[in-house]
C-alpha cells in the first residue's frame, strides 16, 4: 500500500511568489491534515480536512489557504511568500475516528 | 489549552543501555498522547500512542512508553538503545478538535 505522499519533495521560491503543494491520502484515508515545521521547532497544526469540508484552523495568516478534492485528495497553497515560510510542510491522513495519523515525508519549502 | 513539553533538547545514551526521553502533558479532560520519531530530511513515524488502558505502552522498534496521570507524564523508553535510534523524537497530544499539539522535540544520540 501507498503511504501519504507530497510533491513535490523539495522547491525554492522567491519572496512574493506563491507556492502550491500536493498531498495523496492512503486509500480510504477521508481526513487531511497540514503541519508546518521549522526547523528546529516542533510540527505546528495549519489545517485540517475531512470529506472537503474545512475542519481546523490553526493560528495562520490568510495567505495560507487549502482544499481538499472529491478523491480526498488536498492542496496546500501559500500567497505572497515570506522568507519565515521557509519550512518543512508536512501532510497527514486517518480514517475517520482513527486516533492516530500517518504522515508523508513533507514538501521542503525554501524562501530566497 | 493542551499543550506538551519536552524538557531536555538532547539525550545522550551509549548503545545498549537503557534510554528515557521525557514527556510532560497538559490537557482537560482524556490525554490521547503519541510519540513520532523522525530521521533527517523524513517525515514523521508513528512510534506508539496511548488512549486508555494498561499504563505502559508498547510501540514499534521495541520501544515503549509508560503513561503516568498523578505526574501528568509520558516517557519514551527502550530498555537497550541501539545507534540506530539517534533521531528527533516528539511527544504529542491530540486536542478535542482532533489536531496534533506537538513538543520542541528531543535529540537523541546513541553513542556506539
Known amino acids: 500500500d501507498a503511504g501519504v505522499t507530497q510533491s513535490p519533495t523539495h522547491l525554492i521560491k522567491t519572496r512574493g511568489q506563491h507556492v502550491t503543494l500536493r498531498c495523496s491520502p492512503i486509500?480510504?484515508?477521508?481526513?487531511v491534515s497540514w503541519y508546518q515545521q521549522v526547523l528546529g521547532q516542533g510540527p505546528q497544526f495549519i489545517f485540517q480536512y475531512y470529506e472537503k469540508e474545512e475542519r481546523g484552523r490553526g493560528n495562520f495568516p490568510d495567505r495560507f489557504s487549502a482544499r481538499q478534492f472529491p478523491n480526498y485528495s488536498s492542496e496546500l497553497n501559500v500567497n505572497a511568500l515570506l522568507l519565515g515560510d521557509s519550512a518543512l510542510y508536512l501532510c497527514?491522513?486517518?480514517?475517520?475516528?482513527?486516533?492516530?495519523?500517518?504522515f508523508g515525508s513533507g514538501t521542503r519549502l525554501t524562501v530566497v | 489549552a493542551q499543550s506538551v513539553a519536552q524538557p531536555e533538547d538532547q539525550v545522550n545514551v551509549a548503545e545498549g543501555n537503557p534510554l528515557t526521553v521525557k514527556c510532560t502533558y497538559s490537557v482537560s479532560g482524556n490525554p490521547y498522547l503519541f510519540w513520532y520519531v523522525q530521521y533527517p530530511n523524513r517525515g514523521l513515524q508513528f512510534l506508539l500512542k496511548?488512549?486508555?488502558?494498561?499504563?505502559l505502552v508498547k510501540g514499534s522498534y521495541g520501544f515503549e512508553a509508560e503513561f503516568n496521570k498523578s505526574q501528568t507524564s509520558f516517557h519514551l523508553k527502550k530498555p537497550s538503545a541501539l545507534v540506530s535510534d539517534s533521531a528527533l523524537y516528539f511527544c504529542a497530544v491530540r486536542d478535542e478538535d482532533y489536531k496534533y499539539i506537538f513538543g520542541t522535540g528531543t535529540r537523541l544520540k546513541v553513542l556506539a
Open positions: 496511548y488512549i486508555t488502558g494498561d499504563n
Open positions: 486509500s480510504g484515508h477521508k481526513s
Open positions: 497527514a491522513s486517518s480514517e475517520q475516528g482513527s486516533y492516530g495519523y500517518t
